[in-house]
T-cell receptor
């Protein structure tokens, strides 16, 4: 099935470090969503973005809607062990209702 | 405020059988989407229901069908199960563009 390019695929970081990940598409999107998924559970919505250039924060998390409307970025500051999990981006084009998901970034935090 | 709920949590079926999965949306949400998530992959869109009608469908065969009830809850039916249908089935509800997922139903087809 169709998936967005998400990078990095996985990363190990030290507790307290900042993390950056991004998602790119060949299509122009009007909505970007960022999710975190723990093993065996459903994805949890972290941040929703609705217009180009928008920068939105949720605690230590900050996400941006790229100005080309073909990419989005998620940053996590001062990572903690509970940040471990898989982060997915999801995007939607105008005139459609389905979200296309990224391939996921697996984050592992070393205490 | 209850979030999105799904039942059952786990299910084991054999090839050729039929299965029905259920979803109750978050309070105030009128749109329900279903996704299939294979191990190690992102969710894949199956279809979306709004006002009791299928509004959009992804690239899934007709063996996958659904229904939305007047209270906005929804069912996903899969007929003639194949081994490849083994996956986590996720329901997501929305009021507007932000969608919220339930915990999923893990289906194993033997």
């Amino acid at each position: 099935g169709q998936q967005l390019n998400q990078s990095p695929q996985s990363m190990f970081i030290q507790e307290g470090e900042d993390v950056s990940m991004n998602c790119t598409s060949s299509s122009i999107f009007n909505t970007w969503l960022w999710y975190k998924q723990d093993p065996g559970e459903g994805p949890v919505l972290l941040i929703a973005l609705y217009k180009a250039g928008e920068l939105t924060s949720n605690g230590r998390l900050t996400a941006q809607f790229g100005i080309t409307r073909k990419d989005s970025f998620l940053n996590i500051s001062a990572s903690i062990p509970s940040d471990v999990g898989i982060y997915f981006c999801a995007g939607r084009t105008s005139g459609t209702y389905k979200y296309i998901f990224g391939t996921g970034t697996r984050l592992k935090v070393l205490a | 405020d209850a979030g999105v709920t799904q039942s059952p949590t786990h299910l084991i079926k054999t090839r050729g059988q039929q299965v029905t999965l259920r979803c109750s949306p978050k309070s105030g949400h009128d749109t329900v989407s279903w996704y299939q998530q294979a191990l190690g992959q992102g969710p894949q869109f199956i279809f979306q229901y709004y006002e009791e009608e299928e509004r959009q469908r992804g690239n899934f065969p007709d063996r996958f069908s659904g229904h939305q009830f007047p209270n906005y809850s929804s069912e996903l039916n899969v007929n003639a199960l194949l081994l490849g249908d083994s996956a986590l089935y996720l329901c997501a509800s929305a009021q507007g563009r932000a969608q919220y997922f339930g915990p999923g139903t893990r289906l194993l087809v033997l």
